[in-house]
């Protein structure tokens, strides 16, 4: 939140210039005047800042930035959908506030949502369930922003499993969790299918693999208003205050529609709005903003003193890269000099800074970055690609890492080229549920997101089911059976309901995905199992264990892990050997990560190649359920 803040030198000084006022009106005019040394207000102390030389005159310098905490929102919500697993027992004051969020919404009208049932009862089915919810919302995130949930039943429930339930719209508020009390400010809104453990039977209420009364909804909170970041002078003033809102608006012009992005409110507190291309990169924002010069003038001279900086003064790289990347596309000129740098770190934030700033120019050195470096610098180098501008010969790049031997090369390469909305690779929101991706590969592999934007990623392309196969699991309720010529038939019983499924295919990864996920409508009757988006993983999941499908599968816990503890062994800070002619350490392996390598070796036989794949099954870990 922001507050209007008047510093407390300031104020004593107000104070001071107030009671010399008085005094001289009651001593008279002449009491103030002639002999009398005339009445000095106190000044506030100047805040010393101590930055090296090169960083001086930059916002971070003079000032001090706020609301970089994330924001917790609370609420009480109720889930639907469950399969008698919810409860009736809860506290008398959450129930009463459940009861009034439902009268509001229209529950107990003659028409609509649950029509005939008062809230109450609704309440008291044994498929729906009262749960806790909870969100820390990034710092500066701006309106319409999206968020992870988490949801847990409310403690002294008796509510078993939250499996398959959908959280109903929710008002979550700034602060922790209560019943009662003053009406808290709404700063977002929640709701979804709740996402549990994918890698456990669905119908078991609870079980070594997940605790069920916690769940997660993927994506599923937006921030109803702004949380704008602030920046504080050390020393007010209604001159500096107003030429860091120029440089900042300067830099970030408001989009339309928007409020700009820096707006003072008085000589000492400017609230700066994230603008929504930064919106899951506030972190990047809030240090470009702490760079940034005051004095906007002479920019290009400037981008050429910090690139000599950056050769003098290598341990400042990582800040001066942010002074060059504030000053925006006019410091473009004077890092191309810095691509082919003889030092390690003075060459690599050149590149960083060019290809935020969308130089083609820089695609090439990243490229080679790619294919000569090892470990972190790679997957960075990979991530950097992603950023820069329209430019064919990226996409084609990016392509062909996705049958790297690199595990988490693969992973971002993919990623990259969905943020570049690739064609090669075909994207289909199925059953407004989740994001299947096709993408084009020799190397089955199925990657699924665990938080943002749900997504199931088929490498490999359209890949079908082993056959001949015979597949029995969850205690029968899912069957396949894949013959060796002929259609492709899976039967599925709804432990929810009861009710049995069948459909016939050509054994299609992606369209049996499809089905899996499709619930059937008069407007699309085609048989469908409606499975969640965590349901479905685990049956890809169980699939792969027996075989019917040859695939790895990857949690994205894992490739996150994998990325983390390499990112720890080769830390940028020390010098990356990956880029060094003073010999390299041990290489971490995705296999240290990720139990088994799917990489394979370019000289294996076809027979080879199967056999691994039939070994291969995932997850390891813990799979990110709940």
């Known amino acids: 939140m922001i507050r209007t803040v008047i510093g407390g030198r300031v104020r004593r000084a107000l104070v001071g210039c107030v009671a010399a006022g008085v005094i001289c009106a009651g001593a008279g005019v002449a009491g103030c005047s002639g002999n009398k040394k005339p009445v000095r207000l106190p000044q506030p102390e100047a805040v010393p800042s101590d930055v090296p030389e090169i960083l001086r005159n930059t916002i971070g310098a003079e000032c001090r930035i706020g609301g970089l905490e994330p924001t917790l929102a609370t609420g009480y919500g109720l889930v639907v959908g469950l399969n008698g ?175 700009p992005t820096a707006r003072g409110r008085n000589e000492e507190l400017i609230a700066i709005n994230v603008p929504y291309a930064y919106s899951d990169r506030t972190g990047e924002f809030v240090q470009l903003i702490r760079h940034m010069r005051i004095d906007q003038q002479f920019a290009p001279e400037w981008a050429q003193r910090y690139a000599t900086a950056l050769k003098d003064e290598p341990e400042l790289a990582e800040r001066i890269g942010y002074c060059l990347e504030a000053l925006g596309e006019g410091a473009i000129p004077a890092v191309r000099d810095l691509y082919t740098y003889g030092e390690v770190r003075p060459r690599f934030t050149a590149l960083r800074v060019g290809a935020r700033l969308g130089d083609v120019r820089a695609v090439p050195y990243l490229q080679e970055l790619v294919e000569q470096g090892r470990g972190s610098v790679r997957i960075d180098a990979v991530k950097l690609l992603g950023r820069v501008g329209s430019d064919p010969s990226v996409n084609r790049f990016l392509r062909g890492l996705l049958d790297d031997a690199d595990l988490a090369i693969r992973i971002n390469a993919f990623e990259s080229l969905m943020k570049r909305a690739d064609p090669m690779i075909r994207r289909t929101v199925v059953a407004d549920k989740f994001v299947l991706a096709e993408v084009p590969s020799r190397d089955p592999m199925i990657y699924v997101t665990q938080q943002g934007e749900p997504t199931i990623a088929l490498f490999g392309g359209d890949e079908e089911v082993e056959r001949p196969t015979l597949l029995r699991a969850w205690d029968g309720r899912l069957m396949m059976e894949a013959p060796v010529t002929g259609d492709v038939r899976l039967f599925y019983r709804d432990y929810r309901t009861g009710r049995s499924t069948s459909f016939s295919g050509d054994g299609s990864l992606g369209a049996l995905i499809r089905r899996l996920a499709h619930k059937p409508t008069p407007e699309k009757p085609e048989a469908g199992f409606d499975l969640s988006y965590s349901e479905v993983v685990g049956a890809l999941s169980v699939m792969i264990d027996k075989g019917a499908v040859l695939a790895a599968l990857v949690p994205e816990n894992d490739r996150l892990q994998l990325e983390m503890a390499r990112m720890v062994q080769t830390q940028f800070g020390d010098v990356r050997p990956e880029l060094s002619d003073d010999g390299a350490i041990e290489e971490l392996t995705p296999g240290d990560a990720i139990r088994r390598d799917t990489s394979g070796t370019p000289d294996e036989t076809e027979a080879e190649r199967e056999e691994r794949r039939r070994r291969y099954v995932v997850p390891a870990g813990d799979g990110g359920g709940g």
């Open 85 to 259: 697993t919810g409860s009736k027992e809860i506290p008398l004051p959450i129930r009463n506030e459940i009861v009034e969020m439902m009268e509001r919404r229209g529950i107990g009208r003659p028409s609509g949502s649950f029509a005939g049932m008062t809230p109450d009862e609704l309440i008291d089915d044994p498929n729906t369930a009262v749960v806790s919810v909870e969100a820390l919302i990034p710092p500066g995130s701006p309106e319409g922003s999206r968020f992870d949930i988490l949801v847990r039943a409310v403690p002294g429930s008796s509510t078993t499993s939250l499996e398959g339930g959908t959280l109903w719209t929710t008002e979550l508020r700034e602060g922790a969790l209560i019943s009662s009390g003053p009406d808290r400010r709404i700063f977002a809104r929640a709701n979804g299918p709740i996402f549990i453990n994918p890698f456990a039977d669905p119908a078991v209420s609870a079980s070594a693999d997940a605790n069920k009364i916690i769940g997660r909804v993927l994506d599923g909170g937006q921030a109803t208003i702004s949380i704008p970041l602030s920046v504080t002078l050390n020393n007010p003033s209604h001159a500096r205050a107003r030429a860091i809102v120029s440089a900042i608006n300067g830099r970030f012009p408001k989009g339309a529609g928007r409020e």
